[in-house]
């Protein structure tokens, strides 16, 4: 099977955020859509290091084979299909989804009050920009899923309280000029 684009960019997203150190082992979960599509999507294989993930390790999941692929936890986390797939549908600019529980965020998520002030130049761009989920009720499977899509909304961001975030977004084609 030849690889795309799209999972060369994305394994190199993985490698990026190890070498920033933004990731935690193998507990954390990327996917991009395919081109033109809200149900096909890749998502990183379970138990491979961000360090290491290869284009190659990235599985494709699609509405033929998704229910083949819950029940196979060892290939791909089930939380990760769920949450993954229920955003990419119900959640239009949510093409790509980065969930991590990096130590920032997942310390920002754990405070009584998570928002992030406008206290200097980096934090500004956030203000009012980032939604917080704090009904998490357990793993993501479908009814999490569900209301975790609903909490993004038309956000960019969402910290997750207790738990770390989920950054969306489109993927860049390389043929589009950005202005």
Request: proline residues 13%; glycine residues 0%.
């Given at each position: 099977m030849e690889i795309t684009e799209l999972q060369k960019d994305l394994a190199a997203t993985f490698r990026w955020t190890a070498r920033l150190n933004m990731h935690e082992g193998v507990a954390n979960h990327f996917s991009a859509c395919i081109p033109g599509s809200s149900t096909d999507f890749y998502v990183n294989k379970a138990g491979v290091h961000f360090s290491q993930i290869k284009a190659s390790d990235l599985i494709l999941v699609t509405k033929e084979n998704i229910n083949d692929l819950k029940n196979k936890p060892e290939l791909i986390d089930p939380t990760a299909i769920n949450i993954h797939g229920t955003i990419h549908q119900?959640?239009?600019?949510?093409?790509?989804?980065?969930?991590?529980?990096?130590?920032?965020?997942?310390?920002?998520?754990?405070?009584?009050?998570?928002?992030?002030?406008?206290?200097?130049q980096n934090t500004m761009i956030f203000y009012n920009r980032v939604s917080i989920f704090n009904e998490f009720g357990g793993l993501g499977f479908e009814e999490e899923s569900s209301k975790m899509a609903t909490a993004l909304g038309n956000r960019q961001h969402m910290l997750l309280a207790n738990h770390g975030i989920i950054t969306t977004g489109q993927p860049c084609h390389p043929l589009i000029k950005i202005q």
């Open positions: 119900k959640v239009p600019h949510a093409k790509c989804i980065f969930h991590v529980h990096s130590k920032y965020a997942t310390a920002l998520s754990t405070l009584k009050n998570p928002t992030l002030p406008p206290i200097d």
